[in-house]
Nanobody, 125 residues
């Protein structure tokens, strides 16, 4: 069973940057797709970014051009570089992975194989 552990959250002012990481305890290459989600209390979970085994990526419109997802297969670590942060980026960020699903379905977050516990990002104005 693969465990996903996020790190890198914190508090930052608007316009700042943070880099989140997600370390997979097993072989992350077995996953077809890995990605990041965020959730604010009272709001629906939002798929932020995804990266497929072939390196192709998908982003939510709200973060495109500001966030970059990447993966170090040798170290089994997924990253999310977040630049030009806005207060509306505040939320709990979760790493997730799936062995068969990708694309737009993956970013719904429904039925994915593995989830991390989350790391909190707070952006102040």
């Amino acid at each position: 069973q693969v465990e996903l552990v996020e790190a890198g959250g914190g508090s930052v002012q608007a316009g700042g940057s943070l880099r989140l990481s997600c370390e997979a305890s097993g072989d992350s290459y077995s996953f077809y797709c890995m990605g990041w989600f965020r959730q604010v209390p009272g709001k629906e979970r939002e798929g932020v970014a995804a990266i497929h085994r072939d390196g192709s990526t998908s982003y939510a419109a709200s973060v495109k051009g500001r966030f970059t997802i990447s993966k170090d297969n040798a170290k089994n670590i997924l990253y999310l570089q977040m630049n030009s942060l806005k207060p509306e980026d505040t939320g709990m960020y979760y790493c997730a992975a799936d062995r068969t699903m990708g694309g737009s379905w993956f970013l719904t977050g429904n039925g994915l194989d593995a989830w991390g516990q989350g790391t909190l990002v707070t952006v102040s104005s």
